[in-house]
Each structure stands twice: as C-alpha cells, then as structure tokens.
C-alpha cells in the first residue's frame, strides 16, 4: 500500500515536527528526542502526567497533551516502544516539581521500557508513579490484556485530578480507578499495512470481519462472515455488558484509522441503542477516532462505569487537540 512520506526511516520523526508545527500555541518538541511537552511545561505544584508508546495511533498519545490532560507524550517508531532513554526526557519534560505519574498500555515493551525510565527519573530526584492500563476484554487472562482505547478516559481523568492540584498520590488512586472500571473490545473489515514494508497485518477475505482485533495490526480472536452492523454491535455488547454490570456509563466509539465518521455514528447509533434497551444509563458519548491503528477500517467500543466523581473528572476543561472539553 502506498503512504505518503519522505523517508521511512524518519516517518515518525516526521510526524512530531509536523505536529509541532500545526499546534506551536500548544507544543513544543524536547531537543533530539521525538518527545512531545506540553507548552510552557507543568504548572508548579501541580502533577506532570506522562504517556506514550510506539507511534501509529493518532491522535493518542500526543493528541492529549494539553492542560488538563498530559503533560508530555513520547513517540517511539511505529507501534514499537520508545527506549527508556526517551522516556527520561519526556519525565523531566513533564516534571513541575510534585512528581510525574506514568500511564503505560500493557504491553511488555512499554511496561519494561517505561519501568526502567522510572527508575532513572528517581535516581534524578523525580518522585514518579506508574499505572497500568489493560481495558481490552478480547484477551481472557486479565493480567495479559492490553492497553487499548480506554486508555484515553484514563488521561483524561487523570489529567483532571492532576490540573485540580491533586498530590501524585491522588492522581495515581483516580488512575487506577478509571481503570478497574474500563473496557474495550474492537473488530475489523481491513488490517492496517506497516509504513517501512507495506504489508498487512493479516489477511482477510471481503466477506470476512475479525472480532478482537489489537491495535498494533494484530489479528482477532475470531474470524467471522461480516454481519449487518446492527449485529456485529450486539456480539460486541455481549462481551462488554458482562463485564461492566453497573448501569451508569460513559460510551466511546473509537475509528482504528480507516473507517470514516459517517460509519462511526451509525455504529453509535446501534450501539446505544442497545445499550438503552439494556436500561443503562449512557451519562456521556464519544465518536470519533481516539486510538487509531494506521488506516484500519473497523472500531472499538468502550464502556466506562462511571460516578458523579469519574462524570466530574470526564467534564473538567482540557485543552488539547484530541479531546477537548471547554467547560462550564
């Protein structure tokens, strides 16, 4: 598949200046390091946040730097993870003085590469904390499920606590929070095709859907005839509305990059739906692309149990490119 793109070996690099040079209000680029800060830094006293990961997923994570989410986002090459090495610099970037808590996808790269960071940034002074996200139900071993589109309602309702004046401790309890009460599952018509080789990440007939899809070009858990979309969202559901019992929710359907909007707002239509039928109560909806896989055509649904807290924390100003909430 052909992409647009000077040099492979310099997309990502690429992608930050250019990021850089379409929001120089909100950005500014760490020096040699495909590091992306907030403008003007942490304010003082407040909680820096740091994400990130392989690049490829656009808008996250850079997307949600901005106050009142994150405070810098590191972009390693395509869905590889960053080194260590950069990870540090983004700490630093995001450090205002009280700590920085890390918010890693759970993916082995990213767990230890992140880790390892964090221990540099406490030889250097910096308190830092780390959380785990793991929303993706299409993997049964809850140790082993992956970090996917959930992830963004935990920036989000971190960065709030962190913008509130939270201490780290705080932070990281609202964290984990948002994350005991996340999940995902997504599906696919089309895989997405890496940039340095052009090729998918799997193959699919045109009559054929994946269920389970990951966000990195991996294949589902299932293969299956594609169905009408109407039941492709009650096979999703049911897999979700097992896991998240508690009725008030907040509801995000993700585009993986290729499926266009007017596909993602029937898909909403269909999904709440169903979800009204089931008597929950949907307390705030997303529609959009949040976690993106490169060009994938397909989407995730996320369900988020929510209180009048997490619903405070979701209605908190952010003020970035990717998810901003203006406020009363």
């Known amino acids: 598949m052909d992409k647009l793109m000077q040099d492979p070996n310099q997309f990502v690099s690429d992608i930050v200046d250019g990021l850089v040079r379409s929001h120089p209000?909100?950005?500014?680029?760490?020096e040699s390091v495909n590091v992306i800060k907030r403008k003007g830094g942490t304010p003082s006293g407040h909680v820096g946040l740091v994400s990130g990961g392989g690049?490829?997923?656009?808008p996250?994570?850079?997307?949600?730097?901005?106050d009142g989410m994150l405070s810098a986002a590191v972009c390693g090459e395509i869905?590889?993870?960053?080194?260590?090495?950069?990870?540090?610099?983004?700490?630093?970037?995001?450090?205002?003085?009280?700590?920085?808590?890390l918010i890693v996808k759970n993916y082995s790269g990213d767990v230890m590469n992140f880790d390892m960071a964090r221990e540099l940034a406490e030889l250097e002074g910096i308190q830092t904390e780390t959380v785990i996200v793991n929303d993706d139900i299409a993997i049964k071993n809850h140790d082993d499920r992956r970090g996917v589109a959930g992830t963004v309602f935990v920036h989000k309702i971190?960065?709030?606590?962190?913008?509130?004046?939270?201490?780290?401790?705080?932070?990281?309890?609202?964290?984990?929070?948002?994350?005991?009460?996340v999940r995902s599952i997504g599906m696919a018509l089309s895989p997405c095709y890496m940039p340095e080789?052009?090729?998918?990440?799997?193959?699919?007939?045109?009559?054929?859907?994946?269920?389970?899809?990951?966000i990195h070009g991996e294949k589902g858990i299932e293969r299956k005839p594609i169905s009408s979309i109407k039941e492709i969202v009650a096979q999703l559901l049911d897999k979700l509305t097992s896991e998240v019992t508690d009725k008030r929710i907040a509801v995000m359907v993700n585009g993986m990059g290729g499926t266009p909007v007017s596909e993602l707002y029937l898909t909403y239509k269909y999904v709440s739906e169903q979800l009204e039928?089931?008597?929950?109560?949907?307390?705030?909806?997303?529609t959009g692309n949040y976690m993106t896989a490169l060009e994938m055509h397909g989407f995730s649904i996320t369900l988020l149990a929510v209180d009048d807290e997490l619903l405070g924390y979701l209605d908190a100003p952010s003020n970035t490119i990717g998810f901003p909430v203006r406020g009363e």
């Open 25 to 30: 209000d909100q950005y500014e680029k760490v």
């Open 55 to 58: 690049s490829g997923h656009e």
């Open 197 to 214: 080789s052009g090729k998918p990440g799997f193959e699919l007939h045109e009559d054929e859907m994946e269920i389970g899809i990951g």
């Open 79 to 101: 869905f590889t993870s960053p080194t260590p090495d950069m990870v540090l610099e983004g700490i630093k970037a995001a450090d205002g003085g009280s700590g920085v808590l």
């Open 277 to 286: 039928q089931q008597e929950y109560k949907i307390e705030r909806s997303y």
């Open 60 to 66: 996250a994570h850079a997307g949600y730097v901005g």
């Open 158 to 181: 971190a960065g709030a606590a962190a913008a509130a004046g939270k201490p780290l401790k705080e932070v990281k309890e609202i964290a984990e929070k948002a994350i005991r009460q």
